[in-house]
C-alpha cells in the first residue's frame, strides 16, 4: 500500500512493510504426524502401533485421485473418490490393521496413439487411517465416484449411561 510521498508528491511513499509471501497453490505442503509432533513417542506408553499407524499414512499423500470425506450424520461418514475412468473390477477396498487401502489398477490401457492426454486414468494406492470403532460397511461405485460409508458402533461398555436419580 502506498502513501503519499513529503519528499515528493508525484512518487508514492516506499514500503517500509515487505510485502507478505503469497502462498503458492502449485505447490502442496505435505505435514506429517513427525512434523506435528516430533517426540510424540517419548510421551507416551503403549501408544505406538497407533502412532506407527499415522507415520504410515500420513508418510506420502498423494493428490490423486481427489476424495471428499463427508459427515452425513453422528454415526455416519462417507469417503466419495473420483476413478473416472475404472471399473468395478479395477478397484479394490480393504481394510487392513485400523488402515483403508483403496487401490486402482487399469486393466484396458489406451488402444492407438494418444494425441492429447487429459484424462488421469493412472494407477493409484489411496491409505487413509480409519479410527477406533469405525466400521466399513459398504463400497459401491456409480458415476464415476466410488463411495465407501463408515458406520461408528461403539460398543454397550462405551455408550453413556443414564442414571436414574431416587
Known amino acids: ?4 510521498n513529503p519528499q515528493s508528491p508525484w512518487e508514492p511513499a516506499p514500503n517500509k512493510y515487505p510485502e507478505p ?3 503458492d497453490p502449485q505447490v502442496p505442503k505435505v505435514i506429517t504426524i513427525n512434523d506435528l509432533f516430533p517426540r510424540l513417542d517419548r510421551l507416551s506408553i503403549g501408544w505406538s502401533p497407533l502412532l506407527e499407524t499415522l507415520k504410515e499414512v500420513t508418510a506420502a499423500k498423494p493428490a490423486y485421485p481427489p476424495y471428499d470425506i463427508v459427515k452425513t450424520d453422528e454415526t455416519t461418514n462417507l469417503l466419495q473418490v ?3 475412468g475404472f ?3 479395477e478397484l479394490s477396498v480393504t481394510v487392513e490393521d485400523s488402515v483403508l487401502i483403496i487401490e486402482g489398477k487399469k486393466k484396458d490401457k489406451q488402444k492407438g496413439e494418444v494425441l492429447y492426454r487429459g484424462i488421469a486414468a ?3 494406492e489411496l491409505k487413509l487411517a480409519v479410527a477406533e470403532f ?3 460397511t459398504e463400497a459401491k461405485v456409480a458415476d464415476g465416484m466410488l463411495t465407501v460409508t463408515f458406520v461408528k458402533e461403539l460398543p454397550e461398555e462405551k455408550k453413556p449411561k443414564v442414571i436414574d436419580i431416587q
Open 1 to 4: 500500500m502506498n502513501y503519499y
Open 21 to 23: 509471501k503469497k502462498w
Open 82 to 84: 473420483a476413478v473416472a
Open 87 to 89: 471399473t468395478k473390477e
Open 122 to 124: 493412472r494407477d493409484f
Open 134 to 136: 469405525w466400521k466399513v
